[in-house]
């Protein structure tokens, strides 16, 4: 019954690494996002996508990269792993306009070592 | 971009009281939606309440309820009864229809609830 679900929750890496984090969605939404939460709780947009679109937000390294194989996903990959890349990443998807809140999944606290 | 501003890093309350947490924006459109979403120690974002920027009737949802003043550009949560299961980081986010349905949240405001 998960609507927004995200993994691993967990993921404890060396800088250097490359890894990714895996996000789903069975709400039949068509937009997708990522947020990176930091230790003072800001979140932050990185990307928002939908089967058109991409938006990008130009603060975000492109080491980061999202990878949609289908409407239902969106996985966020992370090149050469830096120690300020430590956060809590979030998906979260909506429907694409109006009055439609997004549904988040539980995150995915990242530490790099 | 739409920058959303929480003024009120911590907040706190007693069981039972009343409080306030205040949320301003900054925009030119007229058309928009604004949201408040809860973030428990658990990390989980819950929405909490929305509302319709062409609408002037104050959202309401059982114990929380909005301050909605467009020509402000202000948006208040206020929460009335508090429990402590209150206990959370609030958001409030302003969501464009014309910027690529984007999000913006402001900073948060951590809330206490006083046993």
């Known amino acids: 019954d998960t609507a927004v679900s995200q993994t691993p929750k967990y993921l404890v890496t060396q800088m250097g690494n490359d890894k990714s984090i895996k996000c789903e969605q069975n709400?039949?939404?068509?937009?997708m996002y990522w947020y990176k939460q930091d230790s003072k709780k800001f979140l932050k947009i990185m990307f928002s996508?939908?089967?058109?679109?991409?938006?990008i937000n130009e603060t975000v390294p492109n080491r980061f990269s999202p990878k949609s194989p289908d409407k239902a996903h969106l996985n966020l990959h992370i090149n050469s792993l830096e120690l300020g890349d430590s956060a809590v990443y979030f998906c979260?998807?909506?429907?694409?306009?109006?009055?439609?809140?997004?549904?988040f999944g539980p995150g995915t606290r990242l530490t790099v070592t | 971009a739409q920058t959303v501003t929480q003024s009120q890093p911590e907040m706190s309350v007693q069981e039972a009281e009343t409080v306030t947490l205040s949320c301003t924006y900054d925009?030119?459109?007229?058309?928009?939606?604004l949201f408040w979403y809860k973030q428990p120690p658990s990390r989980q974002m819950i929405l909490v309440i929305r509302?319709?920027?062409?609408?002037?009737q104050n959202a309401t949802e059982n114990r929380f309820s909005v301050n909605f003043q467009k020509a402000a550009k202000s948006f208040s949560l206020k929460i009335s009864d508090s429990q402590l299961g209150d206990a959370a980081m609030y958001f409030c986010a302003y969501r464009s229809p014309n910027t690529g349905n984007q999000f913006y949240f402001g900073t948060g405001t951590s809330l206490t609830v006083i046993p």
């Open positions: 996508y939908n089967n058109k679109e991409l938006i």
């Open positions: 709400l039949g939404h068509d937009t």
């Open positions: 979260a998807s909506s429907q694409g306009t109006g009055f439609h809140e997004q549904y």
């Open positions: 509302q319709e920027a062409y609408k002037q």
């Open positions: 925009t030119s459109e007229s058309d928009y939606y």
